[in-house]
């Protein structure tokens, strides 16, 4: 894998078209500038990787659209050494932009296939400390939890109990809530074990938060951590 002078600049194209969009956080904006977005999709897509939109990457998932990927970072408020759980894992190119924002990431994925492709592809690229997990993301992980910050990069219709028990309180849930027709971003702030603030910020567009796992037997459902080093 190749990061040329071309691809460097079309990520400086991307980093100046989020700002004209409204970005401001200079550490979401160093990442996206950082991060080599033409590894996570196949080089016969190499022309669409700075693009600002959605890209499939297999098993009916998609690669967020980089302003999505940008927003959701913004409005997740990283702080050195944040403890973050992400569901859905995908290409991991949303576990990396956290991680290079110096968080510490555990990323959950339902599709086995897509799961053991991103958990050995993260640190072939540098992503060492990201920790991957397969396994329902409605179930969380109980094992690492609590986090300072949950993230969803599906769209759900409710916010899932399991998930707020894990969030510490006054740590930060943000959910794409709503049907297939579209979501609304929504970041919840726990104030307390049964109590929260909810503000939202616009509307999107995610593929489903489905419950269970995919592609395994179902003796082996229980959650499997493959810690990368």
Not at 32 to 44: K, S, T, V, W
Not at 203 to 227: A, C, D, Q, W, Y
Request: proline share 4%; aromatic share 10%; glycine share 8%.
């Amino acid at each position: 894998m190749k990061d040329s002078y071309r691809h460097k600049g079309l990520r400086a194209k991307l980093v100046k078209q989020l700002k004209d969009k409204g970005i401001k956080d200079i550490k979401v904006l160093a990442a996206i500038g950082a991060i080599p977005r033409h590894y996570f999709l196949d080089n016969a897509f190499d022309e669409w990787a700075y693009k600002d939109q959605a890209f499939p990457i297999g098993s009916g998932q998609t690669i967020s659209q980089p302003y999505t990927v940008a927003r959701q970072s913004e409005l997740l408020e990283i702080f050195d050494k944040c403890k973050v759980l992400e569901i859905g894992t995908g290409s991991g190119y949303q576990a990396a932009v956290l991680a290079t924002m110096n968080a510490k990431v555990y990323s959950i994925e339902r599709q086995k296939l897509l799961f053991d492709k991103t958990s050995s592809f993260l640190p072939k690229i540098g992503f060492n400390s990201i920790r991957t997990l397969y396994g329902d993301g409605y179930e969380g992980s109980p094992r690492f939890a609590p986090f300072d910050r949950i993230i969803a990069t599906a769209g759900i219709n409710e916010i899932p109990k399991k998930l707020f028990q894990q969030l510490k309180v006054g740590g930060i849930m943000l959910l794409p809530i709503g049907d297939q027709r579209g979501q609304v971003m929504t970041r919840i702030l726990k104030t307390s074990e049964t109590s929260y603030d909810k503000e939202t910020f616009g509307k999107f567009s995610f593929v489903p938060f489905l419950k269970g796992t995919s592609g395994m037997e179902n003796h082996k459902r229980k959650t499997e951590e493959k810690i990368l080093r």
